[in-house]
Nanobody, 133 residues
């Protein structure tokens, strides 16, 4: 049974930083496509950042240059370093993983949108990030 457990959320002031972690267990090999989504109540889920098995990354336009996704295969842990946080970054952040490649799951051309008819197979429970102005 694959499990993803997020940590590192919290409350910060605008301009601050947080680092989210996602520890994976139950994998026979660390995931092919891993990433972060976020969702604010009343809004749709949105993709934030993704990293493929070859290390290639994709970022939402709204976070590019401020957020960095990375993973430590030895620790089976995914990270999201979030700098220069803004109030509009406030949301519950979810870690997601799938054994399929990012190109299979996500819209082409570096988009962070999941294709219709597919979705990530494994999800964490979410961690709250609150940014105050």
């Amino acid at each position: 049974q694959v499990q993803l457990v997020e940590s590192g959320g919290g409350s910060v002031q605008a301009g601050g930083s947080l680092r989210l972690s996602c520890a994976a267990s139950g994998y026979t090999s660390f995931g092919y496509c891993m990433g972060w989504f976020r969702q604010d109540p009343g809004k749709e889920r949105e993709g934030v950042a993704f990293i493929d098995n070859d290390g290639s990354t994709r970022y939402a336009t709204t976070v590019k240059g401020r957020f960095t996704i990375s993973k430590d295969n030895a620790k089976s842990t995914l990270y999201l370093q979030m700098n220069s946080l803004k109030p509009e970054d406030t949301a519950i952040y979810y870690c997601a993983a799938d054994r399929r490649a990012c190109w299979y799951l996500l819209v082409p051309d570096d988009e962070v949108q999941v294709k219709e008819g597919v979705d990530f197979g494994y999800w964490g429970q979410g961690t709250q990030v609150t940014v105050s102005s």
